[in-house]
């Protein structure tokens, strides 16, 4: 029998404000436990929650690019349940007017755009930080009340592979939109899923089970594909899926049973009454969509309708929001984009993989980047030169021509006549090798430039070189 | 030897130099100290000291300045014991004030002692707090209850020890105690007053209550109080209004309206005596008297609608008390034994019946039936008083079936009877609106009240009609003399 994976994912971002959402203690990762808590995030008696105005605007930045309608009133609900991690005994959120609801995303599988379905997109706050030992649990309210989205997509996934790339869609977008770090392994992005399946061309729905704690972005799709197989393997040998909580084991690459999951948990959700209803003007909520900075998707369409670049190089650009940063940065001071995408993409790249760096921690500007392109552009020195310059921006950190200068590089000689001197000269010198060229054999050519370089010491710009011989062979 | 004052008396004294903060916060420390009625948890000695030692210059033009009062034990107080009256926050010590604590410091009131409370302010009769019962300094015998949940401030205020004080109300925990105990007991407009710092019962309906011995300390109080508090998001950005300066002002406002089907469930004959008579003094002031009517199957599902609501708010508001974060720790190995344990030792057996009801009516397969009915009732009742006050500027009926019952004679349990008396003070919390109880006769040598609501935001035509009111009772300043060691 063949059978069909229906997925969804559920997948928590946490924002990068300033401060946690009901709260004005600060966020941030890392700092020494229960130092960032205001007596809100403990959940002392009397203290009320605060809006955070920034948490709102990032919801409707994200709710925007995935397309969805945005509610014009912001209504949030208690839901209550008993947890350690849980300091007030219930979480705030959005359960009956999520701020987004009913939008999507595109994904490209074998070569086709798919589009999946996303339900809803709310608010929340996060828990604390649990450390389990043998003896006891320690807990760190630092994370207690950051703000988080939840975001829901319909079942409308079908393989690992495409639940991958909806999580690494949602990350670019969260990344981008200047919203989150969107780091799995930092935990500011969670995907938990549930996976079910049916027989194929079958429309009702097989028993959902819960995977959860999948930490990478590989594992998304190893952990579907692992579990799909052991569905599958269970209704083939006869039995039932049982709905379950799993928790994805990345060593020994399995789910693994880690709780029963009963009909959904009752919360007993009401709506918070500590905070009224507020009205969100159109004003309000079309400043927060345009306050959202260029997303992948726009930026590479730019870079291909606009710069002229291909579609590989624009998606390598795309692939860190940081990387598609310096590039425009660069742009605003050179419009040689096929260059500057060459060099940001290859020996940018390839220096920041051998010193295991960032591109933020990159020690050479956009600006002094674009004064090394320059003088590749203007012909003034070759691609050899211009590599061995670039290493020695680096190396000393001073800017393109001073590193020109230091190693000693004279320009290019790119004048005409010269140029075109020493061609004909070299080829008086060769005539054999006029003939050679006329009859095709190959290396005529090769042996001609390299004469003409051995005469100039090199100094003459190769390309130009190789179009004037060209010309001048034509009218021998 | 200052038991009984009004603040304007005492402001009188202090202003003329006749007397110094220290002088009266010594007084009042006194006066708790050898309070026989259980009013308080926690008598602030060192800290009213060293305040009242510090203030500085006199303020004339500031009526609180150095005045005493007393803080009902459900509000934040930085640095002093805080514990509703509940063992499950014994020994908890805040790091802030609530916004009301802040607002009466800083205008250089000076606090004296924190109060007992029905535990968790919940409750109406002033047993229920961990410290026992609470007694109402007017009966000797103690044998009648001051009611709650704000008992310890409504006695410790019924005694004279302090001609203020600061207490909540949620169902009518200001307003009915101030029946029993012969005060002024005024719940002003839901979120005129912030509520930071108040722990929250039921935060829908929970209000800032005060009491005084006279309307016109009442106002002095609110106007200090009232006003925007960004920390309480659901604080009003409303003007405050100069309730003070206007309150001899005559109200332009006079139309009273009187709920026939309520009236008609008191059966006590001495207070419908007195109310009557109220009736006749505010008519010959001018106003206009109404006798309207509300449904009696609506008044009856008055007390279910808010028992069901609030209790499904306390349930959730008071699920952060674990004993991890704050209050006595339990030992356990998991998490579920110490708070199971924490919980079940903390709070007493009403609580958990409340939490239990309140669990209850937000299950899902109940949720319907109880909850989202409750709240739809809530809304037809809100919706029938506004229509009242479109017609009537405010409505006015007897605060209190009867003077304070004998202990003997009430039951905080759940009970059959929905006595209408009993309950349509909460009629004020449904609808947030205003609302104020003054003692307008005697019986058995106990006060009661009777008590007027006006429209939301109004406080000032309705302090200023109180105020008449007050001039036709007579009733100002009383006090239950001598009633301690």
Redesign the interface.
């Known amino acids: 029998m063949e059978f069909e994976p229906v997925i969804g994912l559920e997948i928590h971002v946490e924002l990068k404000t300033k401060s946690k959402m009901f709260s004005n203690a600060p966020v941030a990762y890392g700092k020494e436990p229960n130092t960032l808590c205001a007596?809100l995030d403990?959940?002392?008696?009397?203290?009320?929650?605060?809006?955070n105005k920034e948490g709102v605007i990032y919801a409707i930045r994200v709710s925007n690019a995935l397309h969805m309608s945005i509610d014009n009133e912001l209504h949030f609900d208690?839901k209550?349940y008993?947890?350690?991690d849980l300091?007030?005994?219930?979480q705030i959120t959005q359960d009956r007017r999520p701020i987004g609801k009913e939008g999507y995303l595109e994904i490209e599988v074998g070569g086709k755009v798919k589009r999946i379905g996303i339900e809803r997109l709310h608010i929340e706050e996060d828990t604390c930080k649990q450390l389990h030992f043998p003896a006891f649990?320690l807990?760190n309210y630092n994370r207690a009340g950051v703000p988080l989205v939840e975001i829901v997509s319909k079942p409308e996934l079908r393989s690992g592979e495409e639940a991958m790339k909806y999580v690494e869609k949602i990350r670019s977008i969260v990344v981008f939109s200047g919203v989150s770090d969107g780091k799995m392994e930092e935990g500011s992005l969670r995907v938990d899923t549930n996976v079910s399946i049916r027989p194929k061309g079958s429309n009702t729905f097989g028993t959902k089970v819960e995977v959860k704690n999948i930490n990478s972005i590989n594992y998304v799709q190893k952990a579907i594909d692992f579990e799909v197989a052991r569905q599958a393997k269970i209704i083939e040998e006869g039995g039932t899926v049982i709905q379950e909580t799993r928790r994805y084991d990345d060593k020994k690459n399995e789910t693994v049973a880690m709780r029963l999951k009963t009909d959904a948990v009752?919360y007993?959700?009401?709506p918070e009454?500590?905070?009224?209803p507020i009205k969100l003007s159109d004003e309000f909520i079309e400043n927060a969509i345009k306050s959202c900075p260029e997303l992948a998707e726009s930026k590479k369409k730019r870079y291909i309708e606009e710069h002229g670049l291909n579609n590989y190089d624009a998606s390598l650009l795309v692939s860190e929001k940081a990387v598609s940063d310096y590039y425009d940065e660069a742009t605003k001071h050179s419009k040689a984009y096929k260059l500057l995408a060459n060099w940001i993409n290859v020996d940018v790249a390839s220096y920041l993989n051998k010193n295991i760096i960032s591109i933020n921690e990159f020690p050479m500007s956009p600006e002094r980047l674009v004064g090394l392109v320059k003088l590749v552009e203007s012909n003034e020195v070759n691609s050899n030169q211009a590599r061995e310059i670039f290493a020695k921006m680096l190396q000393e950190g001073v800017e393109a021509k001073k590193a020109k200068e230091i190693l000693g590089i004279s320009s290019q000689i790119s004048d005409m006549s010269f140029i075109k001197d020493a061609v004909n000269a070299v080829l008086a010198e060769n005539p054999q090798a006029i003939i050679d060229y006329k009859e095709g054999k190959g290396r005529a050519l090769g042996f001609l430039v390299g004469q003409i370089m051995k005469k100039t010491q090199g100094k003459i710009n190769p390309k130009i070189t190789s179009d004037v011989l060209l010309e001048e062979l034509k009218k021998r | 030897m200052y038991e009984g004052k009004s603040i304007l008396e005492l402001h009188e004294l202090l202003v003329s130099k006749k007397v110094t903060p220290l002088d009266l916060a010594k007084d009042a420390i006194e006066l708790a100290k050898n309070d026989n009625c259980n009013a308080f948890e926690y008598i602030m000695e060192n800290e009213a000291l060293e305040i009242a030692s510090n203030l500085g210059e006199i303020e004339a033009n500031n009526p609180l300045w150095g005045i005493p009062f007393v803080i009902k034990d459900n509000?934040?107080t930085k640095d002093v014991s805080?514990t509703?009256s509940s063992n499950v926050?014994n020994g908890?010590i805040?790091?802030?004030d609530?916004a009301v604590v802040e607002k009466l410091k800083n205008a250089k009131a000076v606090p004296i002692g924190k109060t007992t409370l029905d535990e968790l302010a919940m409750g109406g009769t002033g047993t229920s707090g961990h410290l026992g019962i609470t007694h109402n300094p007017w009966d000797k015998e103690h044998s009648r209850l001051v009611g709650g949940s704000s008992c310890g401030s409504a006695s410790a205020t019924a005694a004279g020890i302090v001609p203020f004080a600061l207490a909540s109300d949620t169902g009518d925990s200001t307003r009915k105690p101030a029946s029993f105990a012969g005060l002024v007991g005024f719940k002003p407009t839901w979120s005129r007053i912030s509520?930071?710092?108040?722990?929250?019962f039921?935060?829908?309906l929970d209000t800032v209550g005060i009491f005084t011995r006279n309307v016109t300390d009442a106002a002095i109080v609110t106007e200090v109080l009232a006003g925007r508090d960004?920390?309480?998001?659901?604080s009003s950005t409303k003007e405050v209004a100069h309730y003070f300066n206007k309150i001899k002002e005559k109200c332009e406002k006079r139309r009273i309206a009187v709920v026939k089907e309520i009236v008609e469930t008191i059966k006590d004959k001495d207070v419908l005596e007195a109310f009557n008579k109220t009736i006749v003094g505010l008519k010959e002031k001018g106003f206009v008297i109404n006798e309207v009517s509300m449904s009696t199957e609506l008044l009856s599902s008055l007390f279910p609608t808010y028992f069901v609501l609030s209790c499904?708010?306390a349930?959730?508001n008071?699920?952060?008390m674990?004993g991890?974060?704050?209050g006595p720790l339990s030992n356990g190995s998991t998490?579920?034994e110490v708070?199971t344990k924490a919980r079940t030792k903390g709070f007493g057996e009403l609580i958990k019946r409340r939490f239990v009801i309140g669990?209850f009516a937000?299950?899902?397969e109940n949720?319907n039936d109880l909850?989202i009915r409750a709240q739809k009732n809530r809304r037809r009742i809100v919706e029938n008083v506004n229509n009242i006050l479109k017609d009537n500027d405010f409505i006015y009926l007897p605060a209190a079936p009867s003077i304070a019952p004998k202990f003997t004679d009430a039951s905080d349990r759940l009970s059959d009877e929905y006595l209408i008396a009993d309950n349509h003070l909460v009629l004020g919390n449904f609808a947030g609106l205003p609302s104020i109880t003054l003692p307008i006769g005697f019986k058995d040598d106990m006060p009661f009240g009777a008590n007027l609501m006006g429209r939301a935001f109004e406080e000032t035509e309705l302090l200023q009609v109180s105020y008449e009111l007050e001039q036709v009772t007579g009733l100002a300043n009383i006090y239950a003399k001598g009633g301690r060691k």
């Not at chain 1, 300091?87 to 219930?90: I, L, N, Q, V």
């Open positions: 007596p403990m959940a002392f008696p009397g203290t009320l929650p605060t809006v208690r209550n008993f947890y350690s300091p007030k005994g219930f649990t807990l009752d007993r959700y009401y009454t500590n905070i009224t | 509000m934040s805080t509703a926050l908890y805040p790091v802030y609530a509520r930071y710092g108040l722990f929250p039921a935060p829908s960004d920390r309480d998001s659901t499904a708010e349930t959730s008071n699920a952060n674990d991890i974060k704050f998490f579920e708070v669990s937000l299950m899902k949720k909850f």
